[in-house]
C-alpha cells in the first residue's frame, strides 16, 4: 500500500512544506510553542482530525486522532526551536541571531512530517473503511524539557500499540541507536554575603561551592561507567563583583547514563559531591529536577518494516541545484567539520541495517514512549553531512529544497509502515511480543516523579 500514502503525501506536499516553513518563521522554544501548536491543531481540524488540546497539563501538548478501534497507531511530532540559532534561511555565514530562537535541530520538518504520515493514514483508514485508529501526537519541549516523559507520565500513550517516528539528519537510515536515559538537576547554593575586602571573614560563598562541585564531579568522571556522561552550564554566578562574597550561585547539570537504575545511582554520587561542596563552604544547597527521559528501547520488527519501506520507496535523489547549494554551503559553512565532504555533500543512499543496536551518548524523549508501547524511528538526509547538531548552519538549511524532499520521505515511510502494520495482525503482535521481552520485568517506571511540573525554558 505504500503506493496510496505515497500519492496522499505527493497530493499535500506543498500543504508540508507550508507547515514546515511556518513552524520555521515562527520558532518557540520548549512548553512556550503556542503558535506552532495552534497551527497544527488548526491544520488537523482542517483534516478532520478530532484534536484535543492541553494533554498532561501541558498547554502546548495535544492529539488529532481519526478512526475508531484497534490498532492504534501514534506518529509523534515535535515544533520546539532552540534559543539564540534564528538565521536568514539558506545563508552560509552566520548571522546575528538577534537573541531570537531558531529551528538549529530541525523539529518544523519533523513536526510536518510525521502530521503528511498521519494525514496519509488518516486517508487510508477513510478510503479502505479498515478499522484502527491513527493519532498525530504533538509533543512540545523536547530540548531541555522532556515533554514525552511527563506525557507518560500522565498515561497519554496508555491504549497506543505502535509509535513512529524520525529526525532530520543527513543520512537515511533506521534508527537503532539505544540513546541514554538523562536527567537535569538545577543545584542552587545559598551562602551569606559580605564584603569581601573589609568582612571576608563573614561571608560565606555560594560561588565558592559551585566551583568546589564541579571539582569533585571532574573527579568523578574517572570512576564512573563508560556510557555515562556528565555536563554542566553556570547559569547564576551570583553577581558581577569580585567585591563581594556571593550570597547566591546555581549551576544546572545533565547526567546520562545507559539506563534509568545506573542514572539514579550516579545522581546520588553528583549529589553527594553537592552536599559535600555545601559542608566545605558552610553554604547550603538546593536539588530541584528540571526533568528526566528514559533510554531507547528499539524495536526490531518494526525497524525492519520501516527499512523495507524505505528501501521500496527509494531515497529522493538531489538534482543538480541540490547538490551545487550542498558544496558550496559545506565549503562556506561546514569547512571546520571532518564528515562534511564538498566533493559529495550530500549522502542520498540508504545506510544497511543488520538488525543490530548500537550504543548512542545522546538522549531523547522519544525513550519514554518507547517503555510504554513498540516504537521505532527513522532518520532521513535533510542536510548535508558535517552539519553540527543544534547549529546555525542547521537552521539555515531548514527551508531549503533538500529538506523538504527529505521530510516527504519520511512521511512515505512512516505512513506506509503504519499502514503495513494496520493490515498485518502477525507483525502486530510481534512488535508487541518484542517489547514486552525488552521492557522486562518492570515495564515502564516514569524517571520524572508526579508533582514535578514543566518549565518553560527560553535558554536551551
Ligand atoms: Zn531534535
Known sequence: MSNFSNTVIDNIQDKLKEVSDFLWDNPETAFSETKSAAYLCKVLCEEGFTVEEGLADIATAFSGSFGNGKPVIAFLGEYDALSNLAQEAGVMEKGDDKGCPGHGCGHNLLGAGSLGAAIAVKRYLEQTKSPGTVVFFGCPGEEGGSGKAFMARDGVFDGVDVAFTWHPQSENKVNVNLNLANCQILYKFNGISSHAGTQPHLGRSALDALELMNVGVNFLREHMPMTARIHYAITNTGGFSPNVVQSHAEVLYLIRSADLSDLAELRERVDNIADGAALMTGTTVEKQLIKACSNAVTNHTLLSVLYDKMQEIGAPVPTEEDLSFASEFTKKA?????????????????????????????SSDVGDVSWVCPTAQITTATYPLGAPGHSWQKTSYGKSNLAHKATLYAAKVLAAAAIEVMENEEILEKAKQEHKERTSPDGYICPIPKGVVPKAIDKI
Not at 549522502?347 to 548512542?360: C, F
Open 334 to 362: 561546514l569547512s571546520q567539520y571532518k564528515a562534511a565532504n564538498a566533493e559529495h555533500p550530500i549522502r542520498y543512499d540508504i545506510l544497511p541495517y543488520n538488525g543490530t543496536n548500537v550504543q548512542s551518548y545522546g
